[in-house]
């Protein structure tokens, strides 16, 4: 069987794409790059062996995101189709690849020779049965000597693993590996915007979240061949793995943090309302009364900002339809949000009113705050609460708009 330069047979079909005839393509092999001369040869070598061995009908794509020492001579010399990536970041040059590729399949690897290229096909396979995400994982591979950081291999990647099971369900041991097979559309459709290294948990957490089919395989991973420093910067890249995770999963930032200040506040206000109490020889009295106060008002506000940012999330595509939050919507209105804030606005107005008419009987004159204050902490907390709950549920209503 005769092959082309892209490994296609001569009967293999063909495709308009700008108006040039071009064989169609089942599988693109897409590297970025930035800077990586010493390694970038070997790898679209082995690119090129796996493609002849399987007789596959495959692209190579070199995504270079602005290599100044020859890497784009050296991708193009060795057959690989080049695009050039402005935009600074890992995430830039693998969303430019992606859009450029033409196979229905993607499998992506990193340019420095820490992934073996010729081992592409168990990853095809599980395209081909239908998966949409084939995740590499190292930790059930090989980790050569030197291949990965101790604090990348016991401390940063397990725990960003663990994170991503807990907040999202993922079902995968290694968020980061760096070499996964996906299919172009389903990817495409997830509409993935992270630019840095924060990409490679992007598609992972939002293809869990869209119900996309997700498997992994083991893979190996060996000491990159650079003579440079590493692209990766283990604490700011992976803050900004940790800070997407949690962007992107408004129950962990901010609603279960505030049910459980507002709990532990409340706990605490009701303890203190009758009287000062002793732990040990230490005395709870009204000063921390005030701090239970402020985290029942913390509280409360994470908890809004949590549905907040759910209601955007879908608004904007961020996040899937949620079923059960439709159906709580059909029940909290606009009307019953009012409501409910002028009730507790009512209650506070009243119970302020009854320590008014206290200090009163008193003929207007000095007060003992330990006495005062667990009078007039209640109406605070109550009316604060409810302007507040009237607030959100004017705010609610009009991202609600936006999501209707």
């Known amino acids: 069987m005769v092959k082309g330069a892209l490994g296609c047979s001569d009967s293999q079909s063909l495709i308009y794409q700008f108006g040039v005839i071009v064989p169609e393509i089942e599988l693109t092999i897409l590297m970025p790059c930035l800077n990586e001369a010493k390694t970038l040869g070997r790898c679209i070598a082995k690119a090129h062996e796996a493609i002849q061995r399987e007789h596959l009908s495959a692209e190579i794509i070199v995504a270079d995101n602005g290599s100044t020492d020859g890497s784009r001579a050296i991708a193009e010399g060795a057959g690989a189709r080049v695009v050039l990536v402005t935009q600074r970041g890992y995430g830039s040059a693998l969303l430019a690849g992606i859009a450029s590729a033409r196979g229905k399949f993607i499998i ?21 049965e239908g998966y949409d995400l084939v995740m590499g994982n190292r930790f059930k591979g090989t980790i050569s000597a030197g291949a990965m950081p101790f604090s990348h291999r016991y401390l940063g990647t397990p725990v960003l693993t663990m994170l991503s099971r807990i907040f999202f369900e993922t079902p995968c041991g290694d968020v980061n590996c760096g070499m996964r097979g996906f299919r172009k559309d389903a990817i495409e459709n997830l509409q993935l915007r992270s630019l840095g290294m924060e990409f490679a948990s992007e598609m992972l957490v939002k293809s869990s979240i869209f119900g996309l089919r997700i498997t992994e395989i083991p893979t190996n991973l060996s000491p990159d061949g650079r003579n440079t420093r590493p692209h990766l910067r283990t604490w700011r890249d992976g803050w900004r793995h940790l800070r997407f995770m949690l962007l992107y999963s408004p129950r962990w930032l ?22 000062t109490r ?25 908890v809004t900002f949590a549905i907040f940012t759910k209601i955007f999330a879908i608004t904007a595509g961020f996040l899937p339809r949620d079923e059960r939050f439709d159906r709580l919507f059909r029940i909290v209105t606009l009307e019953t949000g009012l409501v409910s804030g002028l009730t507790l606005v009512i209650l506070g107005v009243s119970l302020s009113l009854f320590a ?46 936006g999501k209707r």
């Not at 020779?113 to 081909?128: G, N, Q, V």
């Not at 409340?266 to 009758?274: D, E, I, M, S």
């Not at 732990?279 to 506000?301: C, E, H, K, P, W």
């Not at 207007?364 to 959100?392: A, E, H, K, N």
């Open 108 to 128: 992506m690897a990193d340019s420095d020779d820490s992934y073996d290229l010729t081992e592409i096909s168990p990853y095809l396979e599980k395209l081909r």
């Open 254 to 275: 901010f609603l279960y943090p505030g049910f459980l200040l507002m709990l532990l506040g409340t706990l605490v206000a009701v303890w203190l309302l009758p009287r």
């Open 278 to 302: 002793y732990i040990g020889g230490v005395g709870f009295d009204v000063n921390t009364l005030v701090y239970s106060a402020m985290m029942i008002f913390v509280g409360y506000q994470a």
């Open 356 to 401: 008014v008419l206290h200090w009163r009987n008193t003929g207007f004159g000095p007060l003992d705050p330990t006495q005062t204050l667990r009078l007039v902490m209640p109406g605070v907390v109550c009316f604060t609460l409810g302007i507040q709950t009237c607030f959100s549920s004017f705010f609610l209503s009009v991202l609600g708009m």
